[in-house]
């Protein structure tokens, strides 16, 4: 979708100023925030590209407005209201109904190995790729309303298979609860003329990497 966090490309934002020497977290309410959404996303009610989806979601007077964490717990609110963990009521008034503990809580004991495992999103295919590397491709000129990793900067434009990765969920089924649907992912390198035009910076590339379904042949 062309939400607010699409941003490739706009202007009036701004340049990117990345800050030397950035800690990890500005603020102690940061680091709770990050600890939150991870273990409400411990339960299992969502997948990863839901709560993406999510903070996509958020309106764009709300998102612009918001640091990165509160866009995190902006999202989560959504979330634990969707799935019914707490009620809009308990939202608005700060103040939790008695409820007993779910079971797949997650405890302080077992973060440490949770978050070694991790969530491996690649997945094995029966289907041969339909690109090679080497081979130029063009990216749909598609906007979805619902969630995708197509860029809209980059729908309807030209590039290169760079590599092929196998396959990954498709986080365009899996943030709708449609299931995995697993895909072939490339890293497909775009020239920026291509893409910015005459006021693009000379020798730059873009490398995006796009699933199978995103890219058509030229």
């Not at 309410?29 to 996509?56: I, M």
């Not at 958020?58 to 999202?75: C, D, F």
């Not at 697993?182 to 020239?191: H, I, K, M, S």
């Amino acid at each position: 979708m062309n939400g607010p966090h699409d941003l490739g490309g706009k202007m009036g934002f701004g340049p990117v100023l990345p800050e030397a020497d950035e800690p990890w977290f500005h603020a102690p309410w940061e680091a709770r925030a990050l600890g939150v959404v991870l273990a409400c996303g411990a339960l299992g009610r969502w997948t990863l590209d839901e709560s993406r989806h999510a903070r996509e979601c958020l309106p764009p007077a709300t998102y612009y407005a918001a640091s990165y964490y509160e866009i995190w717990i902006r999202a989560l609110e959504v979330l634990l209201t969707r799935h019914g963990l707490i009620t809009p009521a308990e939202l608005a008034t700060g103040t939790a109904l008695e409820r007993p503990a779910d079971a797949r809580r997650l405890g302080a004991e077992r973060v440490p190995a949770v978050l070694a495992r991790g969530t491996p999103c690649d997945r094995p295919l029966s289907e041969p790729p339909r690109f090679a590397t080497g081979q130029r491709v063009r990216a749909k000129n598609a906007h979805p309303r619902g969630h995708t990793r197509l860029p809209i900067y980059l729908a309807g434009k030209e590039g290169v298979i760079e590599s092929d990765h196998g396959g990954f969920v498709l986080p365009d089924a899996n943030a709708h609860g449609k299931g995995e649907v697993p895909e072939r992912l490339y890293t497909v390198v775009f020239d920026a003329a291509d893409v910015w035009g005459a006021d693009s910076e000379p020798g730059l590339t873009i490398s995006a990497d796009l699933w199978e379904g995103y890219l058509d042949r030229l």
